[in-house]
């Protein structure tokens, strides 16, 4: 069955930092895998989506994520972090046949000044 | 359009009652999804329709939690004998059939049962 593991429930980085968010991810067939976004009571927002096209998909607000195969990862990175970052992030697998999203358990993002 | 509105916000209900929620999805898109989201967690699945046909159901959606979409435009999801462990943060989202993938989420209706 598809299913993401996103590694570290927290993670900080002071503003400017690399910000690097882990996804790995399991399934049988080639995967859609998908990185949200949320503010406090906010609903999801799509960061960006990898649909087998390039590996290396560029999304919204500056963040990037790697397919990575070999490593079944799909880690989201953003060079510089800005305090408006702040929030929790999700990587969700596309189920296809049963036409849902399986999402991870969320990494909060805190970001210092 | 102003995308996947969800109505209300926020819910505070004594256990016991009904609640019902409201999603209205984008006009064009065809496709209806219901997640639950319990705080600390992930969104899980709960049900999906194509149209007014509700295709698929999570083991989670028990007999106590009933979904229409009636004429497959907007879409309700009742509550019934509401319980403290239904509190959670109640997403919806939908997609057009061209795009399966190409899910929008509503800002969701928090549920606190007291």
């Known amino acids: 069955a598809q299913s993401v593991t996103q590694l570290g429930s927290h993670v900080s980085v002071s503003e400017g930092a690399l910000v690097l968010l882990r996804c790995n991810y399991s399934?049988?067939?080639?995967?859609?895998l998908f990185w949200y976004v949320q503010y406090p009571n906010q609903g999801l927002q799509l960061l960006l989506k990898y649909t087998s096209a390039a590996t290396l998909v560029k999304g919204i607000n500056g963040f990037e994520a790697e397919f990575k195969k070999s490593e079944t990862s799909f880690h989201l990175t953003k060079p510089s972090a800005h305090m408006s970052d702040a929030a929790e992030y999700f990587c969700?697998?596309?189920?296809?046949?049963?036409?849902?999203?399986?999402f991870g358990t969320g990494t909060r993002l805190l970001v210092s000044p | 359009d102003t995308g996947v509105s969800q109505d209300p916000r926020h819910k505070i209900t004594k256990r016991g009652q009904n609640v019902t929620f409201r999603c209205d999805p984008i006009?064009?898109?065809?496709?209806l999804y219901w997640y639950r989201q319990t705080l600390g967690q992930g969104p899980e699945f709960l049900t999906y329709f194509q149209n007014e046909a509700q295709l698929e159901k999570s083991r989670l959606l028990s007999d106590r939690f009933s979904a229409e979409r009636p004429k497959g435009s907007f879409s309700t999801l009742e509550i019934q004998r509401t319980e403290q462990g239904d509190s959670a943060m109640y997403l919806c989202?939908?997609?057009?059939?061209?795009?399966?993938?190409?899910?929008?989420f509503g800002s969701g209706t928090r549920l606190t049962v007291v």
């Open positions: 399934s049988s067939v080639p995967p859609y």
């Open positions: 989202a939908s997609s057009p059939s061209s795009d399966s993938v190409g899910y929008t």
């Open positions: 969700a697998v596309y189920v296809e046949g049963f036409q849902k999203l399986v």
């Open positions: 006009s064009e898109h065809n496709r």
